[in-house]
């Protein structure tokens, strides 16, 4: 299993921890973010469940996103993150999280948060996506999304993961992660 860098979650003094897997289209963030949430007992969300029908007819059709559609899709999710932590509600979230100013306003949500970032090559990730069946995003859009994304490299809340491993090992990485860097110095139980 390979070393990961130490990682700071946002907002270390809050009660309610927020797991955001986040990467391209085709990364495994769903998948991943499934099986986090199955293990923690937490909630599991996806981001795609946040888009307008406009914006998820539009990348049917091919067509990226820009910034301007993207924004009130991220201001959806904080507003929902920011209400249901008062619930005191842990849960994962399946996040492209392309953008970092995106990725900020998931911070202002308030939650202890930490970004797990999976990331192959381009070829990986556009061989996934080309075997994936039933996805509302066409698959000409993998290289719009690597040209989109803002790589998180002096975020302090974020661990990168190559998902080129098998996915168990992917999993057993990312619970480590958690469990050292997240849940370790809040000694929070799951389930």
């Given at each position: 299993m390979q070393s990961h860098r130490q990682a700071q979650p946002s907002n270390p003094?809050?009660?309610t921890c927020l797991i955001i897997v986040m990467g391209v289209s085709g990364s495994g963030k769903s998948t991943l973010a499934q099986a986090?949430?199955?293990h923690y007992g937490y909630a599991y969300l996806d981001g795609d469940d946040f888009h307008s029908q406009e914006a998820r007819d539009r990348m049917a059709q091919g067509l990226p996103l820009d910034d301007a559609m993207r924004l009130p899709w991220v201001m959806r999710m904080r507003d929902y993150?920011?209400?249901?932590?008062n619930e005191g509600k842990h849960a994962t979230l399946a996040f492209s999280g392309l953008k970092r100013a995106h990725r900020?306003?998931?911070r202002n949500a308030g939650r202890k948060t930490l970004f797990l970032f999976l990331h192959s090559d381009i070829s990986t990730i556009q061989q996934r996506v080309d075997n994936r069946a039933g996805h509302f995003m066409a698959p000409s859009l993998v290289s719009s999304q690597f040209d989109s994304l803002e790589r998180p490299v002096d975020e302090?809340?974020?661990?990168?993961?190559?998902?080129?491993?098998?996915?168990?090992e992917v999993l057993q990485q990312a619970i480590a992660i958690i469990d050292q860097q997240l849940l370790g110095a809040t000694q929070i139980q799951h389930a």
């Open positions: 003094d809050a009660q986090l949430a199955a993150f920011s209400a249901a932590a900020k306003e998931l302090t809340d974020v661990v990168d993961i190559d998902v080129r491993a098998p996915f168990n």
